[in-house]
């Protein structure tokens, strides 16, 4: 079905989505709240879908990715909903989603976004710019994923060691920091836990030491 002409109800889809991702690239601009590999994503989903619409062609391809990407943005929508409520932290809802959210991740966006985007690249009919299009976005998923990796084998460590799911936040006064020990000095913008060396941004006197969560990944900040 790859390349075929574009039926009223993809267009429905198509149209209103683009609309949304060209609100969200604004918004990430203005706010700055995005790396470059997510705006990098925003700039190819709105390339894909401007070509859909006119060119007439590849809406179930279009429409396909859409689906797949949105339905794993529930579980992170809702993650940030309860950390904004504070009810994310060190509770089994929290650990659910994240792990609903990786599996979903995975199986949706790797496992069946590769089977599409193969059949895709194999389709005589699916014209080259969308066989591009659709190669660089699975390519940026395959980035996120190493993200996700991360993030998913600390969080799922802290929770099978029994450890709170809760950041750990350290004060730094002076420059020492205490990790539930005897404090560590801190020098050239490193701090030293159990005997390994940390790159961490140090204001003024104080740092706050975060020991994961891998909030620096586009996907699961917030």
């Known amino acids: 079905m790859s390349g075929t002409p574009n039926s009223p109800e993809q267009l429905f889809i198509i149209t209103v989505s683009l609309g949304y991702f060209f609100y969200d690239f604004a918004w990430c601009l203005y706010h700055q709240s995005e790396g470059p590999v997510m705006l ?32 794993t943005s529930v579980f992170l929508n809702i993650r940030w909903f309860m950390k904004e409520h504070n009810v994310y932290s060190g509770t089994y809802v929290g650990l659910i989603i994240d792990y609903l959210f990786v599996a979903l991740f995975i199986g949706v966006r790797i496992g069946v976004g590769g089977y599409l985007m193969f059949s895709v690249l194999q389709s005589s009919k699916s014209p080259v710019i969308v066989k591009v299009g659709g190669f660089s976005l699975y390519c940026v998923n395959c980035f ?79």
Do not use: W
């Open 144 to 222: 996120f994923l190493f993200q996700i990796l991360s993030f998913a084998r600390h969080r799922f460590t802290k929770s099978l060691t029994g450890q709170s799911t809760k950041n750990s936040k350290e004060k730094l006064s002076g420059t020492t920091i205490r990790n539930g020990s005897p404090s560590i000095p801190c020098r050239n913008g490193k701090v030293l836990i159990n005997g390994h060396s940390h790159k961490k941004e140090i204001v003024c006197d104080a740092l706050v030491y975060s020991s994961g969560d891998f909030e620096s990944s586009p996907f699961l900040s917030g």
């Open 40 to 71: 990098l994503h925003h700039v190819i989903s709105v390339s894909f879908m401007i070509v859909c619409l006119c060119l007439g062609v590849s809406g179930i391809e279009v429409v396909t990715t859409i689906f797949g990407s949105e339905v």
